[in-house]
């Protein structure tokens, strides 16, 4: 295993061949030798140099699970289902909001700070949508808070609320980041996992009824000790909605603990299929919650802008306060263009026709609906039985009926999760060099305990061109045609 003082290095490496765009003339080999290149130089510059990270970060400087199958994927030409941000530019509406931001001309006023709380026009926006969605009044100078990123508005509130001991409960599987920032906030994830259905593994079903939460189990978890419990809403990686019964269910619980606030991540709130029977519906929405409810949102994953870096928290004032107060001494504000053309592109968004449809809303989520039928049409073929999301863009596939693969656990690498390699870290390895497409390991998502429960799934990503999910089609069906 690589020594910890060489991680960073390997970390930054891959995340610059993440990004790297694809016209760049640039082979694989060359790739993969500029990364050993970096963590040569790295291992002589620590040769000199005595140096240890702060006691916060423990855990959080080895690779993760996005260093590892980003470079493998490139090293073996694989398609790459995994990584979770579109691959294509913003609608041309919002590329040109951008322009109109930044042109003195237009007076918008935008190339400045802005105020720590917000970009006043982007807080009136949003102020007017969530009274119309939460059927009250938002005042946009006191509930609203923009951040750098869902991720940024998220620590920013962790920050603000979490004492060094206090437990933060977590709903697995849960996005890696967000055991992170825990830690970083000096609280304690606690752990609540999904539990799987026990079904015929073979009948496809949705992600809202595969993936139960157990309240009773729930019920156990909270103690006095509890300050936070982070809801994520349309889920990652799952897909599953939180139905009205279950945040019923949370609200009813959390009577007998005032002291607990919802942080709810609701980034794939305008990714959703069918809103008659399993619609979206925010936390902060159900009877008891309001007043302990911080919702989180952005706008990379609706405008297909991930690099813009827009985030938002909307919620009673003693609540956003837990953001603005940290961000004005961190980052101060978001960048006052990006705020500004999210601004323009939410009203046209939401009033104005798009692609034949009647607002870009309804356009995407008819899209991204296309684009899982693909993706599920492919998985089929190579004998994996989709979850069906009913939201977001992620699909989890059960593979536990592919088992003529190489799967030796003591071989692990410095991002798996345990001491010894789970089966899906082990499958995903062996797609991506001997079938040529990625995808990511869930038990990336699972506290070790709980890792067991990911052993028979994948997290695959349709936020791809057509091209790309049919090149992964093509591949998937002519390697396992020819094995069954």
Request: with cysteine; proline share 7%; hydrophobic share 40%.
């Amino acid at each position: 295993m690589l020594p910890t003082v060489l991680y960073s290095a390997f970390a930054s490496s891959c995340v610059m061949m993440m990004w790297l765009p694809s016209s760049r003339a640039f082979s694989r080999r060359e790739a993969i030798g500029r990364i050993r290149s970096r963590l040569f130089q790295s291992s002589s510059s620590s040769s000199v140099n005595s140096f240890s990270l702060a006691s916060r970060l423990d855990g959080l400087d080895k690779p993760t699970v996005w260093h590892e199958f980003t470079p493998l994927a490139i090293e073996h030409n694989a398609v790459n289902l995994g990584q979770g941000f579109p691959d294509w530019d913003p609608p041309a509406f919002a590329v040109e909001a951008m322009r109109r931001a930044t042109d003195p001309s237009l007076g918008r006023h935008a190339n400045q700070y802005a105020r720590s709380y917000a970009h006043l026009p982007l807080a009136q926006v949003l102020a007017e949508d969530y009274s119309q969605r939460f059927g009250r009044d938002i005042n946009p100078e006191t509930q609203i808070a923009t951040a750098v990123g869902c991720t940024n508005a998220l620590y920013c509130s962790l920050q603000g609320l979490v004492n060094p001991g206090d437990e933060v409960l977590l709903l697995e599987p849960a996005f890696d980041i967000y055991m992170s920032s825990v830690q970083m906030a000096g609280g304690v994830p606690v752990y609540c996992p999904l539990r799987p259905s026990t079904d015929d593994e073979s009948t496809m079903k949705s992600a809202s009824l595969h993936f139960t939460l157990d309240l009773d189990e729930l019920e156990a978890k909270l103690t006095s000790k509890t300050k936070v419990l982070l809801l994520n809403t349309p889920h990652n990686p799952t897909g599953k909605m939180f139905s009205r019964t279950e945040l019923e269910g949370i609200s009813k619980l959390l009577e007998k603990y005032p002291h607990v606030t919802v942080l709810s991540d609701e980034v794939y709130e305008h990714i959703v299929f069918d809103t008659e029977t399993e619609p979206h519906i925010s936390p902060a929405t159900i009877d008891g919650l309001w007043e302990k409810t911080l919702t989180l949102s952005s706008s990379g994953k609706t405008f297909s802008c991930t690099g813009w870096k827009v985030g938002w928290a909307v919620g009673p004032p003693h609540l956003v306060k837990a953001l603005s107060a940290v961000q004005q001494w961190v980052n101060f504000s978001a960048p006052t263009p990006n705020q500004d053309a999210i601004a323009q592109s939410l009203l046209i968004a939401k009033q104005e026709a798009y692609e034949g449809y009647p607002s870009f809303y309804d356009y995407l989520a008819a899209d991204y609906k296309r684009k899982r039928g693909l993706l599920t049409d492919a998985l089929q073929s190579a004998g994996m039985t989709p979850v069906i999301p009913p939201g977001g863009f992620f699909i989890m596939a059960d593979t536990s009926h592919i088992s003529d693969f190489d799967y030796d656990p003591t071989q692990v690498t410095p991002a798996t999760p345990t001491s010894t390699m789970p089966r899906d870290w082990a499958l995903s390895r062996w797609l991506t060099q001997t079938v040529g497409v990625t995808a990511i390991p869930p038990s990336a998502f699972y506290s070790e305990p709980n890792v067991p429960l990911a052993k028979n799934l994948l997290r695959f990503a349709f936020c791809k061109g057509d091209d790309t999910i049919l090149e992964a089609h093509k591949r998937l069906e002519a390697y396992f045609g020819k094995t069954s």
